[in-house]
């Protein structure tokens, strides 16, 4: 199962854009014996600002899977947090049902379009803080990056 990252933005070179390819990089390395990845980042850039023109921008990149081979789990501050091994589970589910490709979706400075949220399979929180997105990209591609580890029994994670 092909995890992708789909990010509003592009984030400078920084710290946290280190973080992020480490932790793919690691999850995709990982994830071979486990039927998972690759895992990627996807930036998408919209020509105006706004949830309206940032959903336009990242509709081409969900429309490119037969239905009930796409999963979609938007970031949303109103979304359910999830223990680290639960999100593993879940991942792990998702491969089992033969989900071809997982996308993780990251919106904008003023969060998803109503409709994107609508349509998203499910929806995963930070917990109740607001994140920089940056920030909010490297959690995520490191709790990606554990989720593997967690199903292949490493003991990279601690309960």
């Known amino acids: 199962?092909?995890?992708?990252?789909?990010?509003?933005?592009?984030?400078a070179r920084s710290p946290e854009t280190e973080l992020v390819k480490t932790y793919l990089a690691r999850?995709?390395?990982?994830?071979?014996?486990?039927?998972?990845?690759?895992?990627?980042?996807?930036?998408?850039?919209?020509?105006?600002?706004?949830?309206?023109a940032?959903?336009?921008?990242?509709?081409p990149h969900l429309a490119d899977a037969a239905v009930g081979?796409?999963?979609?789990?938007?970031?949303?501050?109103?979304?359910?947090?999830?223990?680290?091994?639960?999100?593993?589970e879940e991942i792990a589910a998702l491969r089992d049902r033969g989900v071809r490709r997982l996308v993780l979706l990251i919106g904008g400075a003023d969060g998803l379009?109503?409709?994107?949220?609508?349509?998203a399979d499910g929806r995963l929180a930070f917990g109740?803080?607001?994140w920089p997105h940056a920030l909010a990209r490297a959690m995520l591609a490191e709790q990606v990056y554990r989720a593997v580890t967690i199903l292949g029994g490493s003991p990279y994670h601690r309960d």
């Open 128 to 130: 109740p803080q607001t």
């Open 27 to 52: 999850a995709t390395n990982a994830g071979r014996a486990l039927g998972l990845g690759p895992v990627e980042v996807v930036e998408i850039e919209a020509r105006k600002p706004g949830k309206a």
């Open 54 to 59: 940032e959903a336009l921008a990242l509709k």
């Open 69 to 88: 081979e796409k999963w979609v789990i938007a970031c949303d501050e109103h979304g359910q947090a999830r223990p680290s091994r639960a999100f593993a």
């Open 1 to 11: 199962m092909k995890i992708s990252i789909l990010a509003i933005g592009r984030l």
């Open 113 to 119: 379009d109503p409709a994107l949220l609508a349509a």
